[in-house]
C-alpha cells in the first residue's frame, strides 16, 4: 500500500476540492447508507460518540480524521488523526490531503463517496452553497463568455464586485480587471479617473494619468455604484464606448481601448432614468445583460455556511443559540456586516477565553455614522472634510473594519488613520 505525507496531485486546483453545500454519500460498515449536507467547516470522523460522523466499524480508530475546510477556503481536507488503520484516497493511504469533488474517501472499512454537483462551492471570492446562487453564477458563466456589457445590482455588500472579477476570469481576458467606483469621485474628477489627462490639463496635473478606460485596454473595466456617475461623463462615457475611442482631458487626440464593460450599483437604476439623473441611452448600452444579487437574508444556506467560515477563521465554533440568532437577523449590510459581527463576536469570545461564539458574544448593531449639520453643509471645507469621511468609511466597509488593512488599501500609515478616524469621530456601534 503506497503511503504519502502530502497528496497534491491531481486535486490540488480548487475548484475540483469538496466544496461547502455539496452533499456526499456515506457507506459504514454497519448500518444503512446515508447522504450527509456539508454544511460545517470542520468534521471529525470515528467510533468516539463525540465524533460529527460516528462509525460503527471495528477497524476504525475512536476519532479516526479530521475533516475541515482549508484556510484559503478553497474546498475541504481530510487529516489522519494517527488511526490504526490510516485514511485512503481512492485507494492510496494520505495523512493529510486535498479532498476531491469526486472520489472515496475510506476510514477503516467505511466510505465517504463524493458526488458534489460541479456548479456547488467557491467561485473565486464567493463561497456558494444556495441552490439559487449557483443557478445564478451558472448563467452568470455563459454571459461571460459572450461579449456583452453586464449590469449587477444588489444591495450594498451583496458581493457584486466578486462576480464582476469571476466575470473578467471567465470571460479570459488578458488585460487587467480594472475597478472604478463612481461614488469615491464626483465632477471633473471622475472624468479624470475615468479618461485620464494630459500633464498641465488642469490646476495640480503634473503627471499624466491615463485613466481606468485606457488602463482596461484588452481586459474588463468594472463600474461601481455607476449610478453615481455626473452627467457630464455619462456622455464621454457613451461615447467611448461606443466608438471605443478615449480622448484625456487635455489631449485633442483619441486612443483606442477595447475592454469588457461590468457595471453595478445598489440604487435602482431605471428610477435614476426616469427622474433625469441618469441618461437613458447609457443605460441600455450597459445593460446588455442584467444580473440581481438577491440579499444575503434570501439565502439561508450561504448565510450559515459563510458564518461558520469566518468563525472557523479565527478558530473558533458556535453555540447552537448564536447560530439561530445569526439565522434571525435580516443583515443590511449583508456580508460586510456579518463579517464585522463575526470578527467582533469573535473578539469577545477570546476575550473571555472561550473557543465558541456564544450569543452573549454575538451583538447585532448598526454603524454610527455622524450627521452633517446645516452649518457644515455651507462650509466648503467641512463639505471636503466629509468626502474624505465617506471616503474612510467605504474602506473600512470593504475591510471588514480591519484598520490595518484599510490602512495598507488607502496608502497611509496606520496612524494617520487612527487620527483620522479620530478627527471625524469614525466608531462602530458595536462595542468591543
Not at 473578539?347 to 452633517?372: C, K, M, N
Amino acid at each position: 500500500m503506497r503511503k504519502t505525507e502530502w497528496l497534491r496531485s491531481p486535486i490540488s486546483e480548487k475548484a475540483q476540492r469538496l466544496q461547502p453545500g455539496a452533499e456526499v454519500r456515506f457507506c459504514p460498515y454497519a448500518g444503512r447508507r446515508r447522504r450527509i449536507k456539508i454544511w460545517k467547516t470542520e468534521y471529525t470522523i470515528g467510533t468516539d460518540p463525540s465524533c460529527d460522523i460516528r462509525l460503527h466499524d471495528p477497524f476504525a480508530s475512536g476519532v479516526h480524521a479530521r475533516m475541515r475546510l482549508a484556510p484559503d477556503g478553497g474546498g475541504f481536507e481530510v487529516e489522519d488523526l494517527d488511526s490504526k488503520n490510516g485514511v485512503l484516497l481512492n485507494g492510496v493511504r494520505v495523512r493529510r490531503a486535498f479532498v476531491p469533488a469526486r472520489g472515496t474517501l475510506t476510514f477503516g472499512r467505511s466510505m465517504l463517496r463524493m458526488e458534489e454537483d460541479e456548479a456547488a462551492g467557491c467561485y473565486g471570492g464567493l463561497l456558494v452553497a444556495d441552490e439559487g446562487m449557483r443557478e445564478l453564477l451558472k448563467r452568470v458563466r455563459t454571459a461571460a463568455a459572450a461579449d456583452v456589457p453586464i449590469l449587477i445590482l444588489g444591495e450594498t455588500g451583496t458581493g457584486k464586485e466578486e462576480i464582476a472579477r469571476l466575470v473578467h476570469e471567465w470571460s479570459g481576458r488578458v488585460g487587467a480587471f480594472v475597478p472604478f467606483n463612481a461614488a469615491m469621485a464626483g465632477g471633473s474628477l471622475a472624468e479624470s479617473e475615468l479618461f485620464g489627462h494630459t500633464k498641465g490639463a488642469f490646476t495640480g496635473s503634473q503627471n499624466a494619468r491615463l485613466g481606468a478606460l485606457r488602463t482596461a485596454h484588452n481586459g474588463t473595466l468594472f463600474l461601481d455604484e455607476v449610478a453615481d456617475i455626473p452627467p457630464e461623463a455619462q456622455v464621454k462615457l457613451l461615447r467611448a464606448l461606443e466608438g471605443g475611442e478615449v480622448r484625456a482631458l487635455g489631449s485633442d487626440r483619441a486612443e483606442t481601448s477595447r475592454f469588457r464593460l461590468v457595471a453595478a450599483t445598489s440604487q435602482p437604476l431605471e428610477g435614476r432614468v426616469n427622474e433625469g439623473s441618469f441618461r437613458g441611452d447609457l443605460f441600455w448600452r450597459i445593460a446588455g445583460f442584467t444580473v440581481h444579487i438577491p440579499p444575503l437574508r434570501a439565502r439561508p444556506d450561504d448565510l450559515e455556511v459563510l458564518a461558520r467560515k469566518f468563525a472557523s477563521d479565527r478558530n473558533l465554533a458556535w453555540s447552537d443559540e448564536a447560530i439561530a440568532k445569526v439565522k434571525t437577523h435580516s443583515w443590511p449590510g449583508n456580508v460586510r456586516e456579518l463579517r464585522s459581527a463575526v470578527d467582533t463576536a469573535a473578539t469577545r469570545a477570546q476575550a473571555d477565553g472561550a473557543q465558541i461564539i456564544s450569543s452573549e458574544h454575538l451583538v447585532l448593531g448598526r454603524l454610527l455614522r455622524p450627521a452633517v449639520t446645516a452649518r457644515e453643509g455651507n462650509d466648503p471645507a467641512l463639505r471636503l472634510a466629509e468626502l474624505e469621511r465617506r471616503w474612510i468609511l467605504d474602506a473600512l466597509d470593504r475591510n471588514a473594519w480591519s484598520r490595518s488593512h484599510t490602512a495598507r488599501q488607502l496608502g497611509i500609515a496606520r496612524s494617520t488613520l487612527h487620527q483620522k478616524m479620530d478627527r471625524y469621530r469614525i466608531r462602530s456601534a458595536i462595542a468591543p
